[in-house]
C-alpha cells in the first residue's frame, strides 16, 4: 500500500464523520435555505483567501531535501490565485452584501482552522499542511459538484451564484491526482505521520466549520 493509499485509510473514520453532518447531508437532498447557502460561502471566503499566504508559508519554511515538493506548492499557488473572489462574486449573485462580507469576522471554528494551519507550518513540520490539502480539496471532489447541482435547483438561484462550488468540484479533481502523486513521493516516516495527524484534525475542525454555520454568529449576520 503505497503513502496516499495508508493516508485515506487512516482518516477514513474522521471524513465518513465529516461527510455525515447535517448540513451537508441536507445539502446534497436539497434541503437548505439560501442563508445556509450564504453562510457556507461567507466561512469559505474566511478561509480560502489564507490559501496563497499559507501555501506561501509552506513552502517557505520546507527543507532542502524537499526541494521537489516545494517546487509543487509554486504550481498550487498559482492555481489558487484570487479564488476568494470568486466566492464574493458568488454571494453577490445571492444577493448578500459583498463589502460587508470582506469586512466581516470569521467564526470561531473557521479561525481556529485557519490558525491551526498556520501554527502546523510554524510550530510544527509543514509538510503538515498537506493534511489540510487533503481535507479541503478530496471534500470538494466528493461533494462539491452535487451540491451545487441541487442548490441551484432547490433555491432557484442563478448559475453564477456556483462558481465557487462548481469550479473547485472540477478543479480539484485534477489537483487530487496531483496531491496523490506528491504524497507517494513521500519517504519519511516523520513527514507521513505529520500529514496523517494534520488530516485528522482538519477533518474535525473543518466538520465544526459545517456544525456552526447554522448557529447565530456576528458573521453570520453580517452576511444576511
Known amino acids: 500500500m503505497n503513502f496516499h493509499q495508508q493516508l485515506l485509510h487512516q482518516t477514513q473514520a474522521e471524513r465518513a464523520d465529516l461527510i455525515a453532518i447535517p448540513i451537508i447531508q441536507d445539502a446534497l437532498a436539497a434541503q437548505i435555505a439560501r442563508d445556509d447557502y450564504v453562510a457556507f460561502l461567507t466561512q469559505a471566503y474566511h478561509h480560502v483567501r489564507h490559501t496563497v499566504p499559507m501555501l506561501m508559508a509552506c513552502g517557505a519554511r520546507l527543507p532542502a531535501r524537499l526541494e521537489w515538493l516545494r517546487t509543487a506548492v509554486g504550481e498550487y499557488i498559482d492555481e489558487e490565485m484570487g479564488h476568494q473572489e470568486w466566492i464574493l462574486d458568488d454571494l453577490q449573485a445571492c444577493g448578500a452584501d459583498r463589502e460587508a462580507i470582506a469586512r466581516s469576522q470569521p467564526a470561531h471554528a473557521t479561525e481556529l482552522?485557519?490558525?491551526?494551519?498556520?501554527?502546523?507550518?510554524?510550530?510544527?513540520?509543514?509538510?503538515?499542511?498537506?493534511?489540510?490539502?487533503?481535507?479541503?480539496?478530496?471534500?470538494?471532489?466528493?461533494?462539491?459538484?452535487?451540491?451545487?447541482?441541487?442548490?441551484?435547483?432547490?433555491?432557484?438561484?442563478?448559475?453564477?451564484?456556483?462558481?465557487?462550488?462548481?469550479?473547485?468540484?472540477?478543479l480539484d479533481i485534477e489537483h487530487v491526482g496531483f496531491f496523490e502523486k506528491l504524497m507517494d513521493r513521500l519517504d519519511d516516516a516523520d513527514d507521513q505521520a505529520a500529514v496523517v495527524h494534520a488530516a485528522r484534525r482538519f477533518y474535525r475542525l473543518y466538520g465544526d466549520v459545517f456544525r456552526g454555520l447554522r448557529a447565530p454568529a456576528s458573521a453570520l449576520r453580517a452576511a444576511a
Open 113 to 170: 482552522m485557519v490558525s491551526y494551519a498556520y501554527d502546523t507550518i510554524g510550530r510544527g513540520n509543514p509538510v503538515g499542511f498537506f493534511g489540510m490539502v487533503l481535507v479541503l480539496e478530496g471534500t470538494s471532489v466528493a461533494l462539491a459538484t452535487r451540491a451545487a447541482e441541487t442548490i441551484e435547483t432547490s433555491l432557484g438561484l442563478p448559475r453564477t451564484a456556483f462558481s465557487y462550488l462548481r469550479s473547485h468540484g472540477d
